[in-house]
């Protein structure tokens, strides 16, 4: 099947700082990605869409300059955390689809801990 | 806007049960419903999907059906195991994906 990959898996890191996620399609092209948060013991929250070759897509009251969404290629997806607080720790998934309206495969999630 | 209810939050039984976890949602627009698991602190694995067309699909010992005109999925397993044990999310999509809260299953031994 499908592999989506997620690095890192874990990151701990100092208040206002900066923190990349990076989510990789392995052995397929995906135009569109997608970004969860999930809180603890709480479903995923969509957060945005990520789109290659456009701008992405942020679900209401996700703050578009927080998180920071690149889909630099057809294979690659990247979440920026920008000037991390401790309210960002979370766990962080993307999912890409094979094809619309296909089934969506997830990466192993990044679990953030902001100091 | 989509709204997706799982029931129960969370269930205990003893191994050998043969078990019902319902999923239900607001907007019957959908193109397919999935069925995931996820173990703590880990990411998700998708177990049956249901295209908009279909009433349900089979998987070893799970069977997810679909009733799209009520809103309404449920995902059977029979004779359940400990290794079970797990938080069983669906999801509906129709463009984006829309999670419920999940049930948290254990299967004791």
């Known amino acids: 099947g499908a592999v989506v990959s997620q690095h890192p898996s874990r990151v701990i890191c100092k208040s206002g700082t900066s923190v990349k996620i990076e989510c990789r399609s392995l052995?397929?092209?995906?135009?569109?990605m997608f970004w969860y948060r999930q809180f603890p013991k709480k479903s995923l929250m969509l957060m945005a869409t990520?789109?290659?070759?456009?701008?992405?897509?942020?679900e209401q009251g996700v703050e578009k300059d927080k998180f920071l969404i690149n889909h630099a290629s057809l294979t690659l997806s990247t979440l920026t955390v920008t000037s991390a607080h401790p309210e960002d720790s979370s766990f962080y998934i993307c999912?890409?689809?094979?094809?619309?309206?296909?089934?969506?495969?997830f990466g192993p999630g990044t679990r953030l801990l902001v100091l | 806007k989509q709204e997706v209810t799982q029931i129960p939050a969370a269930l205990s039984v003893p191994e050998g049960e043969n078990l019902v976890l319902n999923c239900s949602f607001t907007?019957?627009?959908?193109?397919?419903l999935q069925w995931f698991r996820q173990d703590p602190g880990k990411g998700l694995t998708s177990l049956l999907l249901?295209?908009?067309?279909?009433r349900e699909q089979t998987s070893g010992r799970l069977n997810a059906s679909l009733d799209k005109s009520s809103g309404r999925s449920t995902l059977y397993i029979a004779a359940s195991q400990p290794g079970d044990s797990a938080t069983y999310l669906c999801?509906?999509?129709?463009?984006?994906?829309?999670f419920g809260s999940g049930t948290k299953l254990n299967v004791k031994p």
């Open positions: 990520s789109n290659e070759g456009s701008k992405a897509t942020y």
């Open positions: 052995d397929f092209q995906a135009t569109t």
């Open positions: 999912s890409a689809p094979l094809a619309a309206q296909e089934t969506q495969y």
């Open positions: 249901i295209q908009s067309s279909q």
């Open positions: 907007d019957s627009a959908i193109y397919n």
């Open positions: 999801a509906v999509s129709f463009n984006k994906f829309y």
